[in-house]
């Protein structure tokens, strides 16, 4: 078993700066890949970003040249840092670990609890 824990949510005004992190318990083959996930109400959940564990990376559309993944491997930690943040970027963010299926799948084993985040107009 794998425990993600996420923190550094809150609210922040628009144009403002959040770092999120995902620290877990224990790295195992099956959780080499962490993505950052979020929801927001009555909407499907959406991808955020990725990392292997090669340090390799992936955004969705809507957070390129914004959000930055990155990862400390000593400390079996990845951050978020979320740039130019919009009122749509509110969501529960939840980050999720996993191993990579084939080049372009992905399943996730292991999920954390999430961590709110609001963007004021």
Known sequence: QV??????GGLVQAG?????SCAASRRTANSL?????????GKER???????WSGDTAYGDSVKGRFTISRDN?????FLQMNSLQPEDT?????????MITATRYQ??????????????
């Open 3 to 8: 425990l993600l824990t996420e923190s550094g």
């Open 16 to 20: 403002g700066s959040l770092r999120l």
């Open 33 to 41: 890949v962490t993505g950052w996930f979020r929801q927001a109400p």
């Open 46 to 52: 959406e991808f955020v970003a990725r990392i292997n």
């Open 74 to 78: 000593p400390k079996n930690t990845v």
């Open 91 to 99: 969501a529960v963010y939840y980050c999720a670990a996993g191993a």
């Open 108 to 121: 996730y084993n292991y999920w954390g609890q999430g961590t709110q985040v609001t963007v004021s107009s």
